[in-house]
């Protein structure tokens, strides 16, 4: 089974000249749930980043500020440096690492 993946902005700083949106805070979690029941158990994952934007007043698809919807800003980062793909990898990697462990903690007595 696969996690699945929530994707969210949690702040965005902005030009207050045109409304421009000049930085986006995100973070992904991820979250898997194995077995069912009373002995279901989830495992999760979370990351956060931040993504510098140009804003480009002149430019015909300029959306400022007080227009922008969360899927704007997601589809700006995924565009830009935030590799998504490789996010939701990494995340997918630390859930199933989660689930079969290769290490543990305690004392014997």
């Not at 002995?39 to 002149?58: E, M, R």
Request: glycine share 12%; net charge negative.
């Amino acid at each position: 089974m696969a996690a699945t993946f929530n994707w969210s902005i949690v702040q965005c700083e902005r030009n207050l000249s045109d409304g421009g949106i000049t930085t986006a805070h995100w973070t992904c979690s991820a979250e898997e749930t194995v077995g069912s029941g009373d002995s279901a158990v989830t495992h999760t994952a979370h990351n956060y980043g931040s993504q510098g934007l140009t804003p480009d007043g002149s430019d015909g698809s300029f959306i400022a500020y007080a227009d922008v919807s969360e899927g704007n800003v997601l589809s700006w980062i995924h565009n830009a440096d935030v590799d998504k793909d490789a996010i939701e990898a990494g995340l997918q990697a630390r859930i199933d690492a989660d689930k079969t462990p290769t290490t543990g903690t305690g004392v014997p007595w």
